[in-house]
C-alpha cells in the first residue's frame, strides 16, 4: 500500500535552517505534489506552501522570505527549506500530495504521517 512520507525534522537552534523532504513509499504512476503544512501543539494545521501542477508558488506570510518549496518529478520528491528557523516554527510538518498507485487504482488524496520540528536553543 502507497504511503507519503516525510523525513528530514528533528532539533534546530533558532536562526539555523532545515531541509524536509516528501516522497512516497513503494512504486507509483503519477504524484502530483501539493504542498507542505504544519500543526504546533494545540493549534490547527495550517498551510506553510504550495506548489501546484504548473508550479505556481506562494507562502503563508508566517514563512515568507525563509521557506522554499520544490520538486525533483525524476525522483518524486518535494522538499521544503527552511531558513532563520524562529521557535514558533516548532510543529509537526505534514505533506499533501494526489497520487494513482497504479493503472487499475484511482487518484487519490494522501498524507504524510509527518516529521516534527523543534526550534530550540
Known amino acids: 500500500q502507497v504511503q507519503l512520507v516525510e523525513s528530514g525534522g528533528g532539533l534546530v537552534q533558532p536562526g539555523g535552517s532545515l531541509t524536509l523532504s516528501c516522497a512516497p513509499s513503494g512504486r507509483i504512476l503519477t504524484i502530483n505534489h501539493k504542498g507542505w503544512y504544519r500543526q504546533a501543539p494545540g493549534k490547527q494545521r495550517e498551510l506553510v506552501a504550495w506548489?501546484?501542477?504548473?508550479?505556481?508558488?506562494d507562502y503563508n506570510d508566517l514563512v515568507m522570505g525563509r521557506a522554499t518549496v520544490s520538486r525533483d518529478n525524476e525522483k518524486n520528491t518535494m522538499y521544503l527549506v527552511m531558513n532563520n528557523l524562529k521557535p514558533e516554527d516548532t510543529a509537526v510538518y505534514f505533506c499533501?500530495?494526489?497520487?494513482?498507485?497504479?493503472?487499475?487504482?484511482?487518484?487519490?488524496?494522501?498524507w504524510g504521517q509527518g516529521t516534527q520540528v523543534v526550534v530550540s536553543s
Open positions: 506548489i501546484t501542477r504548473g508550479g505556481i508558488i
Open positions: 499533501n500530495a494526489d497520487i494513482r498507485p497504479s493503472t487499475d487504482a484511482l487518484l487519490k488524496n494522501y
